[in-house]
């Protein structure tokens, strides 16, 4: 498939069709700006209490370790995907509001688009006719 006339570009556009890179790409994102928001000071105040403050560091950064997972390992994305939208959802209460909010919003998304997305078909894979589609739903034809 990569053939020495390929271009970088061409063999990167191959890659990427590969992967749910948008929705890692979010997802570590959202980890990236999640934990700047937490690293914040207020003026002379910055203030990391007990589990709180473990929470604004392990949080994003299991966010951001999902986010690479995703790219690297795209046949696992729905159980990685699922993991980040509990995270992100979660770090709406242990990380400042999921990041203000933009972080939590980024990483959801991302997780969605991780689930929903779907590696191009082969060639030598045709598309389901509607009697095939209807009976692997219904279980008939076992």
Do not use: C, K
């Amino acid at each position: 498939m990569t053939s020495p006339d390929l271009t970088a570009r061409a063999r990167f556009r191959a890659w990427r069709r590969h992967r749910p890179l948008v929705g890692g790409l979010l997802v570590a994102l959202g980890g990236i700006e999640m934990f700047f928001s937490g690293q914040l000071d207020i003026g002379q105040l910055h203030i990391q209490l007990g589990i709180e403050g473990l929470q604004a560091t392990v949080i994003p950064l299991v966010l951001v370790l999902l986010g690479i997972l995703l790219i690297s390992m795209p046949a696992h994305r729905i159980f990685y995907g699922v993991i980040a939208l509990a995270v992100a959802v979660y770090s709406l209460v242990g990380v400042n509001l999921g990041g203000f909010l933009l972080g939590m919003l980024l990483s959801t998304v991302g997780g969605i688009i991780a689930v929903s997305w779907a590696p191009p078909r082969s060639q030598d894979d045709p598309a389901p006719t509607a009697e095939e589609a209807e009976s692997a739903i219904t279980g008939a034809g076992r």
